[in-house]
């Protein structure tokens, strides 16, 4: 019997239902109750649109910024830890979800501040538990040893990841917001500091940068702080004044 949640990686015994058959999407919250025993897989396209939405509003990703290039490819399912009763509504089962997201992204090479387009696999791992619901009372099919959901005795132990590899977290009320899951699932796939694939063309500009940098810098010494161009120009003139006076007195 299993005693703790895990992920879920074979699920062909008992086919989760497709989501859009019960005109579910991503881009509204489930609400628990719409979340079948064989649970629901989402395969669905995320919009460019909504991708630069939850880009814009999640943490930033140190100074690099990230635009999508195209819409996202979604592959999760979402499943309950635990069988639902039939005939209640007030239950809000522990859930696991289970999948990827993958995107293209349109980024700057940090090195050569080139356009760099690095596709994204985004590992979607998650078991969210009910957070205490004081109307709930006593009963709920919350805990992973009350009901077991028996697709979950189906899964192949060896294809388990490790527990203490998945997430855990919870949610509240009975809307499970799995945009939210989706939009930090990709925060967390976003590379720190994207660069060309191409090395040698990318070192190639990297080094012709440096180059015009350097030639930049020495100009500007060569000429001066230009802060102090006025100053300059008025000693210049003082100094053609003194020497046209030929005073020369010193
Ligand atoms: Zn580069």
Known sequence: MLTCPVGLQSLSAVPTIQAFELGLSITRPLQIQELPNEGLHYGEKVSETLLSDLLEHGPARGSVRFHPEGPADLDIEVVPATQLRPGT???????????????????????????????????????????????????TASKPSDLENPQLESWDEETFPQPEALDEDSYQGTDVFLLDIVREAIQLALPSSPTCKDTDACDLRTQ???????????????????????????????????????????
Do not use: F, M, Y
């Open 208 to 250: 012709q940068l440096i180059r015009e940098a350097n030639a930049e810098i020495e100009a500007s010494n060569a000429e001066g702080d230009p802060r102090w161009a006025a100053l300059r120009a008025l000693k210049r003139e003082i100094d053609e004044t003194n020497h046209g006076g030929g005073t020369g007195n010193h």
């Open 89 to 139: 509504t007030t239950q809000r089962p522990t859930i696991r979800i289970h999948g990827h997201v993958e995107l293209t992204l349109n980024s700057c090479c940090v090195r050569c501040l080139c356009d760099v387009r690095p596709r994204i696999h985004a590992p979607v791992e998650i078991t969210l538990h009910p957070d205490k619901d004081p109307l709930e009372g006593i009963g």
